[in-house]
Structure formats: C-alpha cells, structure tokens
C-alpha cells in the first residue's frame, strides 16, 4: 500500500525532476521491452482488469491499522507480469492525482514505488514456484515481499528527498519515515493475504491465467458426465 | 519443498512484519488515517499514540481528497469505465482465444 500522500510543493524541486526523470527513464525502458518483445494478448485483458481493480481498491480507506487504501500492486504484478504491471502503477497514479489522491508532482516517485511492488512480487513468486512451493505461500509471501520493496523505496525517496517546511533534522525525519515504513509492513501482511487467496482461488479455476500451464494445452472444462 | 518449511518461512515472515507494523502504528500517532499520519510525522517526527488496530465502526470509506472535494460522480465513473474496458476485453480475448491465436502482439 505504500504511497506518497503528501501535497504539491512538499518535495525540493530537485527532488521532484530527479524523481520524475527516474519514472520516466523506467516507463520508458518498459516501452521499449514491449515493443521489442512483445506481450500475450491475454495479458492486456488481465492489465485492464487489473487496473481497475488496483484503481478502485486504491480509493477506498479500510478501518484498519488506522486508516489504510491497498494497492493490490503484487496480484497486479504476478497476473500482468512486471512490464504490463508497471505500466498499470503509472496508470491508477496518473487517474489517482487527477482526483486529489498523490500529488501530480509526484507522479513519478510514485510511480517507481508502486512498480517496484509489482516487479518484486512476480519475480519473487517466479523463484518461488520454481523451488516447487505451493501456490498459496508462494503468492502469499510474493507479494508480502514486493509489498514491502515498495515501502522501503517509499521511505528511502522521502528521506532522501526531504520535505519542505519540516523544521526535522534528517535523523528524526529518517526515524518517523521508519514509523511509516513499518506500518507499510504490517499492511503488507493483509494485502499479501489477500493476495495469496485470490491467486489460489484463479489456479483452481483457470491456472493459465496465473501461467500454470501453458494456454494452448488448457483443456475445456468436462462439465457434469454421466 | 516440505510445506512447514514454506508456512514457517511465511509465518516468520508475517511475525516480523505485524511487528514492525504495530511498532509503526504506535510511533506514528495511532489510530490515524495514513494521510493525517503521513502529514503529522513527517512534520514532527515519531509522537506515541495508541488506539483500535480495527475500527470496524469507521466503516470503508473513499479516500478524502475524492470524498470532500465532491469528486465521486468522477470516481464511480472512472471504475465503470476501466471495469468495462477490462472486462471487454477479457472477454473478447477469451472468446476469440487471443488475437493470431495469442501471439504476441509484435515479434522480435
């Protein structure tokens, strides 16, 4: 769920450019992968859906841990894969700031650590599968893993950053945006649950979805036999 | 892999991040929305605070910016249109089994 909520103007302008040249460069290499690779076209479906759930889930505060919105990032990242799942952070930040949710100054801060969600937790669920892991754990702990990658780059842009008019020398503001990290982590724990059961739930009903099996090879459902 | 091995890495895993994330809930000011805790610490630094970890009588609610700035009619329609476009076209992929018989979309 990491997400840097603060306004417009709370980053240096060094910080902003620096940051956004940062986004930029990565959706940019993205692109480029696409282009060059290529993507399954039943991704593109799975990005659609994926984002608007991400988009919607995004907007809604659960009465938990105080007050916190999922991102659902890491189930983006494993079902869309980590270039169209990047490209899906970019998209729910942009519809997000246009609503006053994210600075749009912020954009591409944002936009790294919402991406960095998604690529860790499908290359974390592609090692994990790989050392023959269950689904459950494996997508459960993927996107736990990538949940936090993101709140540590959430916390290390912060820090590195500063923010304007706080009078807290870099020390106290490294040790409060240690505070905001670590209940990142405990989010991270619901989110990656969540996760982890709805993963579960796509590979007993359509596993190709999840690249359990190969697409081509699925075979149609049997139905009620006599 | 033996599965107590991936439930207890999982479990462990879980154990230090509710740790970290209750040590985060009470530096940060407690029961505070994240906005209002994001704002409160970064401008004066970690302030214990306590509070329900649930408060299921707050309910789930829209995100502030979108619900005080009278931006919902914009929100729900932003959600249907992404939905529709979503569910389109898994739809159209599913039936039609992929454009080129779900090739990728360009090759190298």
Same mark, same amino acid.
């Given at each position: 769920?990491?997400?840097?909520?603060?306004?417009?103007?709370?980053?240096?302008?060094?910080?902003?450019?620096?940051?956004?040249?940062?986004?930029?460069?990565?959706?940019?290499?993205?692109?480029?992968?696409?282009?060059?690779?290529?993507?399954?076209?039943?991704?593109?479906?799975?990005?659609?859906?994926?984002?608007?759930?991400?988009?919607?889930?995004?907007?809604?505060?659960?009465?938990?841990?105080?007050?916190?919105?999922?991102?659902?990032?890491?189930?983006?990242?494993?079902?869309?894969?980590?270039?169209?799942?990047?490209?899906?952070?970019?998209?729910?930040?942009?519809?997000?700031?246009?609503?006053?949710?994210?600075?749009?100054?912020?954009?591409?801060?944002?936009?790294?650590?919402?991406?960095?969600?998604?690529?860790?937790?499908?290359?974390?669920?592609?090692?994990?599968?790989?050392?023959?892991w269950d689904v459950f754990p494996a997508?459960?702990?993927?996107?736990?893993?990538?949940?936090?990658?993101?709140?540590?780059?959430?916390?290390?842009?912060?820090?590195?950053?500063?923010?304007?008019?706080?009078?807290?020398?870099?020390?106290?503001?490294?040790?409060?945006?240690?505070?905001?990290?670590?209940?990142?982590?405990?989010?991270?724990?619901?989110?990656?649950?969540?996760?982890?059961?709805?993963?579960?739930?796509?590979?007993?009903?359509?596993?190709?979805?999840?690249?359990?099996?190969?697409?081509?090879?699925?075979?149609?459902?049997?139905?009620?036999?006599? | 892999m033996?599965w107590?091995?991936q439930?207890?890495?999982?479990?462990?895993?879980? *154990?230090?991040?509710?740790?970290?994330?209750?040590?985060?809930?009470?530096?940060?000011?407690? *029961?505070?929305?994240?906005?209002?805790?994001?704002?409160?610490?970064?401008?004066?630094?970690?302030?214990?605070?306590?509070? *329900?970890?649930?408060?299921?009588?707050?309910?789930?609610?829209? *995100?502030?910016?979108?619900?005080?700035?009278?931006?919902?009619?914009?929100?729900?329609?932003?959600?249907?249109?992404?939905?529709?476009?979503?569910?389109?076209?898994?739809?159209?992929?599913?039936?039609?089994?992929?454009?080129?018989?779900?090739?990728?979309?360009?090759?190298?």
């Amino acid at each position: 769920m990491a997400h840097i909520h603060l306004g417009e103007g709370s980053f240096p302008l060094w910080a902003v450019i620096v940051w956004t040249l940062l986004g930029l460069g990565l959706i940019s290499t993205i692109i480029y992968r696409i282009r060059k690779g290529g993507i399954e076209t039943h991704q593109i479906a799975l990005a659609g859906i994926g984002a608007a759930a991400s988009f919607a889930v995004f907007q809604l505060n659960i009465p938990v841990w105080g007050g916190i919105h999922m991102n659902l990032t890491g189930l983006v990242g494993i079902l869309a894969g980590p270039l169209l799942g990047a490209l899906i952070a970019l998209v729910v930040n942009i519809f997000s700031a246009a609503l006053g949710h994210g600075a749009v100054g912020l954009l591409g801060a944002n936009t790294l650590v919402n991406a960095s969600e998604a690529i860790v937790a499908y290359y974390m669920f592609k090692t994990l599968m790989g050392m023959d892991w269950d689904v459950f754990p494996a997508s459960t702990s993927a996107a736990t893993i990538g949940l936090s990658a993101g709140a540590f780059l959430m916390g290390a842009i912060i820090v590195i950053s500063g923010v304007n008019g706080s009078a807290l020398p870099r020390g106290d503001l490294a040790i409060a945006v240690g505070g905001l990290v670590g209940l990142n982590l405990g989010v991270a724990v619901i989110e990656g649950l969540l996760t982890g059961f709805i993963i579960n739930f796509l590979t007993s009903v359509r596993p190709d979805l999840v690249g359990m099996v190969d697409r081509d090879s699925t075979e149609e459902p049997a139905g009620v036999t006599g | 892999m033996q599965w107590w091995k991936q439930y207890g890495g999982l479990g462990a895993l879980f *154990a230090a991040f509710l740790a970290a994330g209750y040590w985060g809930f009470t530096a940060t000011g407690g *029961a505070l929305p994240w906005a209002k805790r994001s704002a409160r610490a970064l401008q004066r630094g970690v302030q214990e605070g306590g509070g *329900a970890l649930v408060n299921v009588g707050r309910g789930i609610i829209v *995100a502030g910016p979108i619900r005080k700035g009278g931006l919902m009619l914009e929100f729900g329609g932003l959600v249907v249109l992404l939905s529709m476009i979503g569910l389109g076209l898994y739809v159209y992929v599913d039936r039609y089994n992929g454009f080129d018989r779900d090739q990728p979309t360009q090759k190298p």
